[in-house]
């Protein structure tokens, strides 16, 4: 292992029990007695011997226009396919199949705006809304197997937009409405997109956010966008182009733009969506899913670990344009017939109880969020929170970076009341669905992700692919392939084998390294590679650093990622400077806003340090590893290939 660490080891001793009536009402522990199984060890042992059996269980609780052939088909690997031979929509799933049932009139979603405005859509509401984009993007000429972008702030026409391609058979490529010019032009290059959804603009702690104008940028940077459709949300007067722009509002009250439009039949294995994510180099990958397996994987892993019932008010806090808001806000919830809560603003706005007035005022059930938000919000105490009647909470969630006891068990005792057991899912882009979790049956341990999830096998092992000993560092991976797994990275097959399949073979590797202990908890420590998880948001260092160099004062730059108290890791950059330029603060100024112009204010380094020389490797690749090191005031460890 070459990471250093620098973080204490938390307790792994520490166990937390589920509330035994809890357990006994689960669904998870339903589908075990269904089985014959009295606990949930067993049910996990049989799901392991009979993995296809499962999985094949699980996706005949959907439906299915032809069922499949085969459960998986893993004759090309690692091109692993799922439900080969199987016709379905997940949209037909997600909607279609609940408007047969009561389920027609329940609430699919509730939207609550930053200014307090709300807007609610029941199943067979979304159906219209759903259908009416729909035609809107056939009679733009969108067909089956386009790419089609979207760039949105966090309204209920993202989630729309989103299922509407999918029901025409569209792929859909969310870019995170947070992001700016560089990143969306790249985005929708690489995916070469003839149509582009977005809105005028969003909030963000009571300021509009002017996408229309960042997609304008963006567009002069690449030619392939056409048509560009606008949702009016703040009405400010964005800029429109006359030929390429259209509004909206005006394309849905066509008679074109009606409540019906057939839900394709898709093979299983047909694309449902790419969605770029960072890795070792600069250019972002597209990550590739499916219908069939994703729509069964994401299905399964809700409906177990948050434990969906008919009852519940849901409510996962991400942005629906990263991979937990595609799984966990829109996909998974609405297959599961779910009553789901979706927040546009900061959580903090206008005052901190902002999140836990909303709990008390909506009867949120299930609140899934991320460490990052927790110590956020941790940080203005606990009066805060103690103002809100929060009983109507039942299950807690983390995900995107290894939560700290601390806030684990402030987030336990302060908003879950010590009632409300913390489901810490572990699980990336590229998974698709939960792999490392508890389900309301498993004893908790704060900081752990638990176990893997039914039907996975994940361990900690060696470079040589031999497992560690109990508490030894090494590397995370999944040892055999799970329904929702991604297919492919678009146009580049052989990044995936390579980034993936190659690493640790014949596993896959996770890029994280990780501990077990000797109950078999993993506890994750975070990234390998080059990726920083700044407020769990995740980031390449080489976007970083390609965003400082297009500025002319930089010649070469690199980013590394630093503890950070609230962010989890902050992003900090060394820069050396062309000639003719001198170091100044005004200058470290100027290009940490040029980051965030041109990447997104997320990615804006927290500082940079002007250097005259970086460490590299004799064949010049810089180790960023030593200049963590140098920073954190630990070993460099093994410099025998420095050459500085
Ligand atoms: C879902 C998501 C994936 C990376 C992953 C790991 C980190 C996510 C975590 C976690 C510890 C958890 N990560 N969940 N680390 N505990 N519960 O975040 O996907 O943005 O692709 O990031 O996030 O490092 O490798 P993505």
Known sequence: MTE????????TSELYYPD????????VMAYARSKGFNSYDELYQWTISHREEFWADMASQLEWFKPWDKVLDDSNKPFYQWFVGGKTNIVYNAIDRHLKTWRKNKLALIWEGEDGSQR???????????SRIANVLKSMGVKKGDIVTIYMPRIPELMFSMLACAKIGAAHSVVYGGFSEAALADRLADAKSKVLITADGGYMRGKVVELKKIVNEALSRTPTVQTCLVFRHTNHGAPMEQGRDFWMHDLLGLPIANGHCPTEEMDAEDMLFILYTSGTTGKPKGVVHTHGGYMVGTYTTLKFVFDIKDEDR????????WITGHSFIVYAPLINGATSFMYEGAPNYPYPDRWWSMVAKHGITILYTAPTAIRGLMRFGDLWPSRHDLSTLRLLGSVGEPINPEAWKWFYEKIG???CPIMDTWWQTETGHFMITPTPAVPLKPGSATRPFLGIEADVVHEDGSPCAPDEDGL????NPWPGMMRTILNDPQRYVEGYWQKVPPYYAAGDS?????????WVIGRLDDVIKVSGYRLGTAEVESALVS???VAEAAAIGLPHEVKGNAIHAFVILRAGYEPSHDLEEKLRAHVGHELGPIARPDSITFVTSLPKTRSGKIMRRVLRARALGLPEGDVSTLEE
Do not use: F, M
Request: aromatic residues 12%; negative net charge; charged residues 25%.
């Open 20 to 27: 035994p009536a809890l357990v006994e009402q689960s669904n």
């Open 476 to 479: 995370l991976v999944i040892k």
């Open 120 to 130: 609610t859509y029941s199943y067979y509401q979304l159906n219209y809304e759903v």
């Open 514 to 522: 990780a501990r077990k202990d000797k109950d078999g908890y993993i």
């Open 551 to 553: 500025h002319p004062a």
């Open 417 to 419: 009341h010590g009632r």
């Open 4 to 11: 250093t660490r620098d973080v204490a080891l938390p307790d």
């Open 314 to 321: 849901y409510w996962c806090a991400a942005d629906p344009g």
